[in-house]
């Protein structure tokens, strides 16, 4: 990290004692890195609420394959958005259940459209988009 800025930070007693709590419990050695943390989730959130930044993400979906060609249709959405889908993972967790694990590139509002798209999906059982960031905007 080039040039660190040191700051100062006013905060209540009882803020603060809560706030080295959730240090603690997260496994934080320091206080700087868990602000730096906390605002770097900030920025990423910030990053996922323009619509038009290029970002980056990871969808996890779990269904049962031998319901009603799913898997067909899935695998056809896919192909149909193959700009956005950089890599998949795919693990059959049992006789029927499948995990998908797709990693996405593109604008917010094409990552979301697409995930909600998928997620909602007959025979999707659970579905959940975990919003990342491509780090450039990020120290
Ligand atoms: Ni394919
Ligand atoms: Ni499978």
Redesign the pocket.
Known sequence: MAGIVRIGVSLGKALLSAFDGLCRKRGYTNRSEAIRDLIRNELVRTEWTEDNRTTVGALCIVYE?DRREISKRLTHVQHEHRSLVISTL???LDEHN?LEVLILRGKAKNLRAFSDGLISTKGVKHGDLVMATTGAALE
């Open positions: 394959h795919h693990v059959h499948c």
